[in-house]
T-cell receptor, first 116, second 114 residues
């Protein structure tokens, strides 16, 4: 499978605990994105990386959230001191640099987070 | 402020007929538009895209139309098949200032009846 891979697919955690999600993008893709989706809404942008550099962060990404892409390949999204409002699907996506003709942002299957 | 809107939460169509999904946007700086299809508990799957320099793009059963003056785009699926039943999202991007940020609509649930 050469698509975007996310792990774990499902996570149930108690409020106040920390959780970490991992994303492995399509191998030749230098851009990596994190989105969040709640029920009945479209995905909302959180942040993106060009190689290892984090180029943009949404205001949705509070100080409890941190994303890294240390070697420009896989990425992790950590949520500290989880709250019930963090319950959502966390989507990772990847693409080539967008100014190249014909590229597209491809999504992984998502990681479901339930905070109880 | 919802910059991309899909005003129809759901659409029901008979197999073999045309499905038309609509999307409106408010940000005139958006210059690239995409449609994604999503099944429950899965990530969005890319369907088709269109640049703002075009008004139509076709790929098999899927055609996207863009009306820049009206800030409106639509996705036509002809003929519709039961396997097309899913949530469809339109998304827009402003490539000049924010290459990485897709802005999504709320989605339209398409149901194709056999």
């Amino acid at each position: 499978d050469t698509g975007v891979s996310q792990d774990p697919r499902h996570k149930i955690t108690k409020r106040g605990q920390n959780v970490t999600f991992r994303c492995d993008p399509i191998s030749e893709h230098n851009r990596l994105y994190w989105y969040r989706q709640t029920l009945g809404q479209g995905p909302e942008f959180l942040t993106y990386f060009q190689n290892e550099a984090q180029l943009e962060k949404s205001r949705l990404l509070s100080d409890r959230f941190s994303a890294e892409r240390p070697k420009g390949s896989f990425s992790t999204l950590e949520i500290q001191r989880t709250e019930q409002g963090d319950s959502a699907m966390y989507l990772c996506a990847s693409s080539l640099s967008y100014n190249q003709a014909g590229n597209t942002i491809y999504f992984g299957e998502g990681s479901w987070l339930t905070v109880v | 402020d919802q910059q991309v809107k899909q005003n129809s939460p759901s659409l029901s169509v008979q197999e073999g007929r045309i499905s038309i999904l609509n999307c409106d946007y408010t940000n005139s700086m958006f210059d690239y538009f995409l449609w994604y299809k999503k099944y429950p508990a899965e990530g969005p799957t890319f369907l088709i895209s269109i640049s703002s320099i075009k008004d139509k793009n076709e790929d098999g059963r899927f055609t996207v139309f863009l009306n820049k003056s009206a800030k409106h785009l639509s996705l036509h699926i002809v003929p519709s098949q039961p396997g097309d039943s899913a949530v469809y999202f339109c998304a827009a991007i402003e490539r000049l200032t924010s290459y990485g940020k897709l802005t999504f609509g709320q989605g339209t649930i398409l149901t194709v009846h056999p």
